[in-house]
């Protein structure tokens, strides 16, 4: 088990004992496992993101503080908030992270998945130019969506 996954069950814990939201301190949670808080930056992008269930909120400085909120949002409203946090822009591995996300989630069913990812793929798009790619996998992603709404 990894650095990641100890931070994140420790978490998924504190969250249960205190009725799904958190508040900690980014420096005391790093020391605790003896690591960087960019570790813990990372857990919290990718592990208590809105796509997974979670409100992040976070204040730097020397008395800063990451407080976590789990809500429960139907598949509708999820759904409506990724498609409204995708940009104008959507690079290949965070389409495969947002479509992974919502498998995961039950948000998209697993055939629903496998399309997506087949059609964001740089081999779906190999007959456009490079630097338009980005560009067209973000609104390709949006329709799907869009659709599955």
Do not use: W
């Not at 978490?11 to 900690?24: F, R, S, Y």
């Not at 793929?121 to 329709?143: M, N, Y």
């Amino acid at each position: 088990m990894g650095i990641s996954d100890l931070i994140a069950g420790f978490i998924q814990e504190a969250l249960d004992e205190t009725d799904g939201v958190l508040e900690l301190q980014r420096s005391d949670l790093a020391q605790r496992f003896g690591c960087v808080p960019s570790q813990i930056n990372y857990v919290m992008s990718t592990r208590f993101s809105p796509e997974h269930g979670y409100i992040v909120e976070s204040r730097r400085g020397g008395g800063g503080y990451i407080r976590i909120t789990r809500v429960q949002m139907d598949r509708q409203t999820l759904l409506m908030h990724v498609i409204n946090s995708i940009g104008d822009k959507l690079d290949g591995p965070s389409a495969r992270a947002i479509v992974a996300n919502l498998r995961d989630s039950q948000a998209i069913a697993p055939q629903a998945a496998q399309a997506a990812l087949c059609a964001l793929s740089d081999s779906a798009l190999r007959s456009i130019p490079r630097e338009s790619r980005d560009t067209l996998r973000a609104d390709i992603l949006k329709q799907i969506l869009i659709h599955l709404v």
